[in-house]
């Protein structure tokens, strides 16, 4: 699992649970390049993606993140949190270009 602390970790100027995805997402996305889940009979996907993109139709950029995170079967019959059954994609540290407010 990706090691993680919120104080030293967490770029000061995240304030709302959107920049968090978004850091989220981007974080997962940059340590995981080629690492693949499969999804499906068949099917694999990257297993964390991210990507700006620009939507003609309401004239706005949008991230479109997506993730897929192993979970502990137990999740199914656990009192815990659903959060607390997610398990590591990776070891890979987070990257130092993350951890700072820019």
Request: net charge negative; glycine share 4%.
């Amino acid at each position: 699992m990706t090691a993680f602390n919120k104080d030293t970790d967490l770029p000061s100027n995240i304030d709302s649970l959107e920049k968090l995805a978004f850091w989220v997402g981007s974080a997962l996305a940059q340590i995981n390049l080629t690492t693949t889940a499969i999804e499906a009979p068949g099917y694999t996907q990257r297993v964390a993606q991210h990507g700006v993109f620009y939507v003609e139709a309401d004239n706005k950029y949008r991230a479109l993140i997506r993730m897929s995170i192993p979970m502990n079967v137990e999740h199914l019959i656990g009192a815990n949190n659903p959060w607390t059954y997610a398990m590591p994609i990776s070891e890979t540290a987070i990257p130092a270009s993350f951890k700072t407010a820019a």
